[in-house]
Nanobody
Framework: QVQLVESGGGSVQAGGSLRLSCAVY????????MGWFRQAPGKEREGVAV???????TYTDSVKGRFTISQGNAKSFLYLQMDSLKPEDTAMYYC?????????????????WGQGTQVTVSS
């Protein structure tokens, strides 16, 4: 069984930065994609950034140049560095793992979800 535990969320003013972490517990053998997703109140969950085991990294257009996804050694951690934050980045952020390789943050067959960490950006 895989468990994903996010941390690092919080409240920040526009223009600020946050670094989200996702600790991976259990074997993720067979999971070829990991990523970050977010859901704002009243909106559908959307993909933010994904990283495939072949090294491919893809971001949704709204965060390109501001967010950076990365993995720790042995892929036991997944990170999301968020810079130049905007109020529209306010959402619950989720870590996820999927078996298929992924090249589009909004086309991912997620098998495991974390519980989420809240990010609030004030203007």
């Amino acid at each position: 069984q895989v468990q994903l535990v996010e941390s690092g969320g919080g409240s920040v003013q526009a223009g600020g930065s946050l670094r989200l972490s996702c600790a991976v517990y259990g074997s993720i053998y067979g999971m070829n994609c990991m990523g970050w997703f977010r859901q704002a109140p009243g909106k559908e969950r959307e993909g933010v950034a994904v990283i495939s085991n072949d090294g491919a990294i893809t971001y949704t257009d709204s965060v390109k140049g501001r967010f950076t996804i990365s993995q720790g050694n042995a892929k036991s951690f997944l990170y999301l560095q968020m810079d130049s934050l905007k109020p529209e980045d306010t959402a619950m952020y989720y870590c996820a793992a999927a078996p298929r390789y992924c090249y589009n943050p909004n086309v991912v067959n997620v098998k495991y979800w974390g519980q989420g960490t809240q990010v609030t950006v004030s203007s």
